[in-house]
């Protein structure tokens, strides 16, 4: 062994030992998402999932109404809920909107070349999945992203 192998070794162990015993205990448990104690919501939409991931983040301070706009008379009268889906009423550009009244359209576009050329033909939904704790687009291998494109592109 070294000289300072020697002195740095114990010294690195002492002041480890040190810290482990000073430094605050950490609960390992998470609690509930705000988010996802919307009851107004949650009451009923429980089946669609909770949201989790980067969206529910309770620091962001969001709430569905955020997203999905007011509620209006829903359920049981007509709203102007807006709904992320092909199949939704709300068009692509208001369902894009949503999104952009938070994300900035140049810190996307250089991100990503798709963001621009989809903006206002796809909506945001079309790609990504917010409720889910990890949105599946998000770190997958090019040739699945190609596959995905694909899956649209060959349909038209």
């Not at 482990?20 to 509930?32: I, L």
């Not at 068009?91 to 991100?111: G, I, N, R, W, Y």
């Amino acid at each position: 062994m070294s000289k300072i192998s020697k002195i740095a070794l114990p010294l690195l162990t002492s002041i480890l030992v040190v810290f482990s015993f000073s430094s605050p205990m950490v609960k390992a448990e998470t609690s509930e998402l705000k988010m996802n104690q919307n009851r107004q919501c949650i009451m009923c939409h429980k089946k669609n999932g909770n949201m989790y991931g980067l969206h529910a983040n309770d620091a962001l301070g969001q709430t569905c109404q955020d997203c999905h706009g007011d509620k209006g008379k829903h359920p049981r009268g007509e709203s102007d809920l807006i709904g992320f889906s092909q199949s939704s009423p709300a068009t692509v550009e208001q369902q894009t909107a949503a999104c952009m009244s938070c994300h900035d359209q140049q810190e996307l576009s250089e991100a990503d070349w798709t963001h621009n050329v989809h903006s206002n033909k796809v909506n945001c939904a079309g790609c990504h999945q917010l409720h889910p704790e990890v949105d599946p687009i998000i770190g997958i291998s090019e040739s699945k992203r190609i596959a995905s494109c694909v899956s649209c592109h060959e349909s038209k």
